[in-house]
C-alpha cells in the first residue's frame, strides 16, 4: 500500500536461492505468478471431497466467481481446486493481491475461523482463494522455483531436477525442525539420498 514497485514479493523465511529469480518479473498479461502446492493436504479435488465445504466457505468470503478453475500439485499428482504455495509469490502491485489477501485473513479472523488440523495452512489458502477472485491468468513458475528438495525422491522424472545449477530456490522446512542435531542429522541425510543429483556442484557442497 505504501511502495510504488510494479511487482512485489512475498518470501518465507526458509529458502535458499541459488541464481537470479528473473520470473519474479512477470510477463504482460499476468498479475501473479506462483507454484502449486506440493501435496494435497486441505486441498479439494472437488463436489465429493470432504475438504470442499472449507473451500467454498472461503470462496465466499474472497469473492470467487469461476468454480471450475483447477491444479494440479506438483508431488503427488493431485488435481485440486488451485491451492498454491505461498513461500514464493510474486504480484503486480496494481492489482491488489496482497491487500485483498490481508482482507480475507481478517474475515475469517473476524467470524472466529482459527487454525486447527483441518485448516492448518490457513494463510495460504486464504492467498489462494484470494488470487482466484482477482487474478485470470496465473504465472506458474518454472520447476526451479520453490523447489521442494526433500520431497525429490517423490517427484515425477519428468519433473525433477538433477542438479541445484537448474534450481532458483529450495523451499525447506526442515531449516527450522526441533533441535539443531535433528535439523543436521535429517538435513545431511536428505543431501545424501537424493536420486540421480548431481553430488559434485559447487553448490552441493556448499548447501552441505
Given at each position: 500500500q505504501t511502495i510504488d514497485?510494479?511487482?512485489?514479493?512475498?518470501l518465507d523465511s526458509d529458502l535458499v536461492f541459488f541464481s537470479?529469480?528473473?520470473?519474479?518479473?512477470?510477463?504482460?498479461?499476468?498479475?501473479?505468478?506462483?507454484?502449486?502446492?506440493?501435496?494435497?493436504?486441505?486441498?479439494?479435488?472437488?463436489?465429493?471431497?470432504p475438504n470442499?465445504?472449507?473451500?467454498?466457505?472461503?470462496?465466499?468470503l474472497a469473492g470467487v466467481k469461476d468454480l471450475d478453475r483447477f491444479i494440479t500439485t506438483?508431488?503427488?499428482r493431485k488435481t485440486i481446486r488451485p491451492f498454491w504455495n505461498s513461500g514464493v509469490v510474486s504480484v503486480r502491485r496494481s492489482a491488489g493481491v496482497f491487500t485483498a489477501w490481508q482482507q480475507t485473513i481478517e474475515k475469517l479472523l473476524e467470524e472466529g475461523t482459527s487454525v486447527n488440523s483441518k485448516n492448518f495452512y490457513y494463510e495460504q489458502s486464504a492467498?489462494?482463494?484470494?488470487i482466484c477472485a482477482r487474478v485470470d491468468r496465473v504465472w506458474q513458475f518454472a520447476t526451479g522455483y520453490n523447489y521442494p528438495i526433500h520431497s525429490h525422491n517423490q517427484?515425477?522424472?519428468a519433473e525433477r531436477l538433477d542438479s541445484f545449477d537448474r534450481v532458483v530456490c529450495i523451499h525447506d522446512h526442515l531449516f527450522r525442525s526441533r533441535t539443531e542435531n535433528y535439523r543436521e542429522r535429517t538435513w545431511v541425510k536428505t543431501l545424501k539420498c537424493?536420486?540421480?543429483?548431481?553430488?559434485?556442484?559447487?553448490?552441493y557442497d556448499w548447501l552441505y
Open positions: 514497485a510494479e511487482f512485489l514479493v512475498f537470479a529469480p528473473t520470473e519474479f518479473l512477470l510477463p504482460l498479461g499476468y498479475d501473479a505468478g506462483i507454484r502449486p502446492e506440493h501435496h494435497k493436504m486441505i486441498g479439494s479435488e472437488g463436489i465429493d471431497d470442499e465445504e472449507y473451500w467454498m466457505h472461503l470462496y465466499e506438483t508431488v503427488d492467498l489462494s482463494a484470494t517427484i515425477i522424472a537424493l536420486k540421480e543429483f548431481d553430488r559434485t556442484s559447487d553448490k
